[in-house]
């Protein structure tokens, strides 16, 4: 095979006149003057960002451009932001979104029913992944944080999963300024905020001096009660609402406690957690069916309340849960 011809030069020294000495001067100080340096961008305002969020330590030098929400919480914050054209990809939603939020979720596409696989969440080309459960960064699936680092994507988990203290209404408040922050948009998540602490004042005005009720979280189980611990926001809701949780002790935001042990804690109320594919009605039957239970008081006097999972983690329903869950422990009030 031949090479490719090259094309021939000319030197400048074989033309037959040459150029005076003097000549060349002017034109050998232009090749050997400095290039103009081409300005730097620049930076958007607020940036660069420094955050750490449940230990891992990261520096914006832009807002994210193609973000990937993995849970419905932390989707909704993103909305409520209005954020949704930053948003390339979602996943995972426990029950029906936000109606305030739908047409912009509507405009996002969905990569997975639950979470997306690590090849479907690649191929959306995401810069960011927010994630609202420890679960959204599985290791085993190959979507560990560390991993997603190493493929050039920044990420986040919702504050509640992170290894800390009780979760309360300033990690919410923090969770969404910091969020604000990350996407340049820190204006919208001080409105947020104001507004999320003008609706929790007045459901504390309204309950407040009311004699806590003893409650019980019912999120599913048959051989366990899978209930709400102290740690996550659950416990908050339920304490701003004007209630007691009988498993406040429980060192994590969500686990299982013994059928004899709600017995012994005799809760007033049953908080019944609604998502999935068992329904409300089916886990109160359960309840009210198991002759263990039958004098336990939210049982025996049929005290149930309701609400959707997605009230009860750490996103922008909390506000507006506590005034439900308070409507429904005192309705008098």
Known sequence: MSRPRRA?????????????????????????????????????????????NCGVKTTYQAPPKRAVTMNQHVTEIMLALGLEKSLVGTAYLDDAILPAYKKAYDSVPVLAKEYPSKEALLAANPDFVYGGYSSAFAAKDGRSRDDLERAGIDTRLDTEYCPSGSTSVDDLYREVRETGRTFGVPDRAEAWIREARATLDATGKRVGGVEPVSVLVYDSGDKTAFTAGGKGIGNEIITRAGGRNVFADLDKPFGDATWEQVVARAPEVVVIYDYGSTTVEQKKKRLLDDPALKDVPAIRNRRFAVMPLSDTVLGVRVPAAVGKLAAQLHPAR
């Open 8 to 52: 021939q030069l000319r030197s400048p020294w074989s033309r037959r006149t040459l150029l005076p000495a003097a000549a060349l001067l002017p034109l050998l100080a232009a090749c050997s003057a400095p290039t103009a340096q081409t300005p730097a961008a620049k930076a958007a305002p607020g940036f660069p960002y420094t955050v750490t």
